[in-house]
């Protein structure tokens, strides 16, 4: 079992719509919870970073973690062609970030 | 303020040469991470350094790879005797103690 499930998609949604993308964990050791996208052949991009259980908000994102069932969530409002990307859960207990596979998104206009 | 760089952004190898992949931190990180990326996979971590010192090398392949991050200079991640499984994205990360990471837009490495 890995330690970090992505759904890879990809995910089709048109202009406008909210997006969710989650992503399961399984090591009780992981305190840190990150969102990144990546445009193709760019580097990944932070988007969202948070340590604790909740929401946080900013701008058209919200990042929610449920540290009880392991599980995180990524929503995306009023979405854009611009948010066309692989968007990559990471986890970390300390130093190193462990990656969920990423989730295609496509926005079509 | 310049983010993460890494040069060079292409790289081609013939099975056999060394490949010499180099991160430059953002101004004020003292923290470099390397991962590699796969094709159809995800980021894996590699190595993670500061300055002069590999705190966790648990990601690097045993034989062939090899990490630094000199006093003054960039980090240098060195592949010797490159296989055509070598072939991948590079990316490295920055970051100031106890925060997350920044990554650089990567080194696209092709083993011919």
């Known amino acids: 079992q890995k330690e970090v499930e992505q759904d890879p998609g990809p995910l089709s949604v048109p202009e406008g719509a909210i997006v969710s993308l989650n992503c399961t964990y399984s090591n009780s050791a ?3 919870f990150m969102w990144y996208r990546q445009y193709s052949r760019k580097g990944p991009e932070l988007l969202m970073y948070t340590y604790s259980s909740g929401n946080k908000e900013d701008g058209r994102f919200t990042a929610q973690v449920d540290k009880s069932s392991k599980y995180i969530s990524l929503f995306i409002r009023d979405s854009q ?21 990423g989730t295609i998104l496509r926005v079509k206009s | ?12 190898r013939r099975r056999g040469q060394e490949a010499r992949l180099r991160c430059s931190p953002m101004k004020g990180h003292s923290h470099v991470y390397w991962y590699r990326q ?19 090398e648990s990601g690097m392949p045993k034989e062939r790879f090899s990490a630094e991050f000199p006093k003054e200079g960039p980090s240098i991640l060195r592949i010797q005797q490159v296989v055509r499984g070598d072939s991948a994205a590079y990316f490295c990360a ?4 106890a925060d997350t990471q920044y990554f650089g837009p990567g080194t696209r490495l092709t083993v011919l």
Not at chain 1, 81 to 101: E, H, I, Q, R
């Open chain 1, 30 to 32: 992981f305190q840190y």
């Open chain 1, 81 to 101: 062609p611009s948010d066309s990307a692989t968007y990559l859960c990471a986890m970390s207990g300390g130093n190193k970030l462990v990656f969920g596979a």
């Open chain 2, 1 to 12: 303020n310049a983010g993460v760089m890494q040069n060079p952004r292409h790289l081609v």
């Open chain 2, 38 to 56: 796969l094709p159809e996979e995800g980021l894996k971590f590699m190595v993670y350094l500061q300055k002069e010192n590999i705190i966790d």
């Open chain 2, 94 to 97: 920055s970051s100031p103690p």
